[in-house]
Structure formats: structure tokens, C-alpha cells
DNA sequence: CTAGTTTCCTTAATGCTATTATGCAAATGA
DNA sequence: TCATTTGCATAATAGCATTAAGGAAACTAG
């Protein structure tokens, strides 16, 4: 037989090319073998097992996302940089839906910190910088913007919104001038 | 053999309680039958299938969360309601993490119509009441309310937010905060 | 209280998935 | 060119979803 050239990286890759086809859950041992013409037991001798294949996707995933949002955070600041970074992660979350499925699974804490996933805690902070906010509010206000941003995300994906007729770029667009209205006001108890 | 009095109502529910368990994902058919002592093939005399048995325990799920909810608002207004409502959402979540995450899932138009999703949008309005915002900011508005809540709660269930010592009650508190006060300065593009 | 009918569960079978052990063939390198 | 390493296939085990067919329990009628 000739080889296949399977390698753990381009697996991954794969992987997460048939996330974003078929989705995430779908990405099984079997289905990633047959798109590389081989039995499934081949992919164990690259790969550990069908969990290590999520994560690697989960991994490459953070990568890219985090890859995104630095690129469009280059050179702006304040409310600039708030609507770049969140329309990154929104852009991303659509067109890669699987991927963006495969970077909110549970990464134990080795992998975590191996991950990028300490690149989107800086961004963040990152942001906020330009709204002069001091420990703890930083943190409050890290936690409440990426709970903004996944969760919106993640409800206009799987169609939370869309038995109301409001465009819903209109809804992202207020949502984004509400954080941005109460950053620049924080403590937000007056 | 002694009949074990199966009906779609006790599997529904008996579902639910794993899903909490070990996780709405591991709900599995046989892992139920085993629970009630029968082979698995026993499940297809009361529920369609695997799949129809997770819509179940969704829209189960959505009702429990939308009576909780609607008793959790009874009497109150304005920031109250606001926090109470929150408040009712994210201690579904961590009581019932299967449930909850069972209510994430994708329901077709007929089941949604069909199931307390309604109640949720009508007292996610409610809330609003107390904010004087007309169309299309209350939908914009509670469409942000929706991403926050789900978001905050997805992330903290998923340990998202472990990684810094902050309390995470704290960061609720404060993100509630921010949320009354944005929607009593509505629209927030000032 | 017994016979017929319906209901519920079991058995049996198929097909898919994950995973491991074993073997052969291709690539590598001395 | 021969030996070694590496990569994929074959084969086997096991779990899950699902359907078809059979038997026993519960219900119903006379």
C-alpha cells in the first residue's frame, strides 16, 4: 500500500477542517481516517486517541483565534480595540464553527497553559487599558466581556436569535456601545 | 420478568438526574436502561429515539428554568428583577449542570414553540419594563442580557474563570451592576 | 376465573464507533 | 543490498443505537 503521509499535525488540521464541514461533535476516529483513504487504526499510531484529536483541534483553534484577534487589536485602543477584538472573535466563531465548537472543550490545566489561551487573557487586558481600570474591576470586567462575547456568539450560532426579526449585526453593534458605555464608567454601581 | 413501569414521563426525568450526574453528553441510551434495570432496546417502546430523548430532557429543562425564573421575578422590578431573574438562571445552572446544558441544545421551530422557550423571552421583557426601552432597543437589549447570562454561566460551569482568585460571585455582582446601568442609560452610544 | 388481547420487555441481529495487538510492506540508512 | 525502523492493514474485542420478532405479564370480557 502506498502511504498516506499521515502526521499528527496535518490530522489536526484535517480534524479541524471537517469540524467546520460537519461539526464538531461529528469529528470522529472513523470519519477522519475515511477522508485520508486509511483504516481507522492507522491514526493511533500519530495520534493517542480520539480525545487527543479534540484537543489538538481545541489548541489550533486558540491558536488562530488569538492569531485573529492580535492582528485586528494591532494600532487601536479604547472603543477601537473593543470592536475589533469582539468582531474578530465574532468572525471567527463564523466562519469556523466547528473549530470555535472544538476551543470551548475543558483543556486540563498542563494544556491550558501550553495553549493561547494566555494570549486572549492579555488581549483582554489589553483592551482594557484603555479605559484605566485598576484590580479588581479589571477582572470583573475581563469576565463580563468575554461572558458578552461567547455567549452572544454562541447563541447567534446555534439560532438563539433568530425568531425575532432585528438584524442581529444591529443587536452586536448596540451590545458592543453598551460595553464600551459602561467600561468608561466603571464602577458601574453609581 | 417483573415489568419495571417505564413510561416516557420517568425516563424524561430519569435522564435529567444523569445528565447531572455524568454529564448531559454521557446520557446515553443503554447507561439509562442500565439505571432502571433493563436492556436498552426496552427505551424504544416510549421514546423515538436517543435523540428524542435529549429534546425531552431539554424542554424539561426549559420548563423547571422558566418556573424558577417566573418565581424568582414574582413582585419585583427594576434592578431587583434584573438580579433575581440573573440570580434564578445561574443557580439552575449550577444546581442542574446536565439539565442546563441540556437546554443549550437545538430545538426544531415546532418543539421550540411548543416549549417554555416563549416563557423565557416574555419575562426576559418583563424585566425590561422596568427600563423604559422601546423597539428595537428592548430587543437589542435583551438579546445582550441573554448573551451575558448564558456566557457567564457557560464559562464559570466550564472553568473558564478558575484561573484567576477573584471571586467569582463578586464578578457577578459587579457584571449585574454594569448591566442595570447600562439599560437604565439606554441606548448606550452616548 | 378463564380465555383472548394488548402491552411491555427480552432476545437476537445489524451496523457504526473506539481501541489494541499483530503482521506485512514500504521507506530509511549503513 | 541488507537490516532496521516506520506506517498502514488486518483482525479482534467491546460499547452504543436501532430494529424485528418472540414470550410473558397485565388487562379485558365473558
Chains 1, 2 share one sequence.
Do not use: C
Request: aromatic share 6%.
Amino acid at each position: 500500500m502506498a502511504r498516506a503521509g499521515l502526521t499528527a499535525d496535518r490530522l489536526t488540521r484535517a480534524a479541524a477542517e471537517l469540524a467546520d464541514e460537519i461539526g464538531f461533535p461529528n469529528v470522529t476516529v472513523s470519519a477522519l481516517a475515511r477522508r485520508f483513504g486509511v483504516k481507522p487504526a492507522a491514526l493511533y499510531a500519530h495520534v493517542k486517541d480520539a480525545q487527543d484529536l479534540r484537543v489538538r483541534v481545541a489548541v489550533l483553534a486558540l491558536a488562530e483565534l488569538a492569531d485573529r484577534a492580535a492582528t485586528a487589536l494591532a494600532g487601536r485602543a479604547g472603543k477601537d480595540a473593543l470592536v475589533a477584538f469582539a468582531d474578530a472573535y465574532r468572525g471567527y466563531a463564523k466562519e469556523h464553527p466547528g473549530r470555535y465548537a472544538a476551543a470551548q472543550i475543558e483543556l486540563d490545566d498542563e494544556t491550558a497553559h501550553a495553549s493561547a489561551a494566555r494570549r486572549h487573557a492579555e488581549m483582554t487586558r489589553a483592551i482594557l487599558r484603555g479605559y484605566d481600570l485598576s484590580e479588581p474591576a479589571q477582572t470583573d470586567a475581563v469576565r463580563m466581556l468575554h461572558s458578552t462575547f461567547h455567549g452572544f456568539v454562541s447563541l447567534e450560532r446555534q439560532g438563539g436569535f433568530s425568531r425575532t426579526p432585528r438584524a442581529v449585526d444591529l443587536s452586536w453593534a448596540r451590545t458592543l456601545d453598551a460595553l464600551d458605555a459602561v467600561l468608561r464608567d466603571w464602577p458601574p454601581d453609581g
